[in-house]
Nanobody
């Protein structure tokens, strides 16, 4: 069993930055693939970025060049550095952990980009 707790969300002006963190409980964090997803009001949840257990990364086209996903296995934590934020980045951001058929989600953290 893995529990995920996101933090770091908030209100930021367009062009600003935020760093989200997702802390995982339990053992074997390093063998989980981790991802960040987001869901805006009235829209489906979508992949923002993911990182494999080996460190390979993948990004949605809409965030390439602006967001960076990383992981610190010693701290059981995955990060999402978000720069040059836009109003359309406003959403609840969720952390996901996957290993084989096991899938875990965090409770989400709100990110609002507005002037």
């Amino acid at each position: 069993q893995v529990q995920l707790v996101e933090s770091g969300g908030g209100l930021v002006q367009p062009g600003g930055s935020l760093r989200l963190s997702c802390a995982a409980s339990g053992s074997d964090f390093s063998i989980y693939a981790m991802g960040w997803y987001r869901q805006a009001p009235g829209k489906q949840r979508e992949l923002v970025a993911d990182i494999s257990s080996g460190g390979s990364t993948n990004y949605a086209d809409s965030v390439k060049g602006r967001f960076t996903i990383s992981r610190d296995n010693a701290k059981n934590t995955v990060y999402l550095q978000m720069n040059s934020l836009k109003p359309e980045d406003t959403a609840v951001y969720y952390c996901k952990a996957v290993r084989k058929w096991y899938v875990y989600w965090g409770q989400g953290t709100q990110v609002t980009v507005s002037s």
